[in-house]
Nanobody
């Protein structure tokens, strides 16, 4: 299974950050798959953003919930992150990750997932 993040590397403050994760080697609708977004700001540890399940249910980090939306396009086998009203504090490397099982890992634990992308740098700056 491979995951690949894509999207703009530079976003202006107050705008919406939008990233897509394209999954190959597995269907995002296969039972018990959890698909997550995680980010790592410079000099800090990983931070969980949210996830979408094989059935389309979503869960968001309480600290980001008011600004976050995760959706999916099953026809393209992709899931998407939208983060609204970004500030320079949202500058980070953004990762998508996948886990299959009954008990998904803690949201911010990138490497406890079964699969993850290489990450994409997003900078918020005017």
């Amino acid at each position: 299974v491979q995951l690949q993040e894509s999207g703009p590397g530079l976003v202006k403050p107050s705008q919406t950050l939008s990233l897509t994760c394209t999954v190959s080697g597995a269907s995002i609708t296969t039972d018990y798959f959890y698909w997550s977004w995680i980010r790592q700001p410079p000099g800090k540890g990983p931070e969980g953003i949210g996830r979408i399940t094989w059935s389309g249910s979503t869960y968001y980090s309480p600290s980001l919930k008011s600004r976050t939306s995760i959706s999916r396009d099953t026809s393209k086998n992709q899931f998407t992150l939208q983060l609204n009203s970004v500030t320079p504090e949202d500058t980070a490397v953004y990762y998508c990750a996948g886990y299959r099982g009954s008990f998904p890992p803690e949201l911010g634990s990138l490497y406890d997932n079964d699969y993850w992308g290489q990450g994409t740098q997003v900078t918020v700056s005017s």
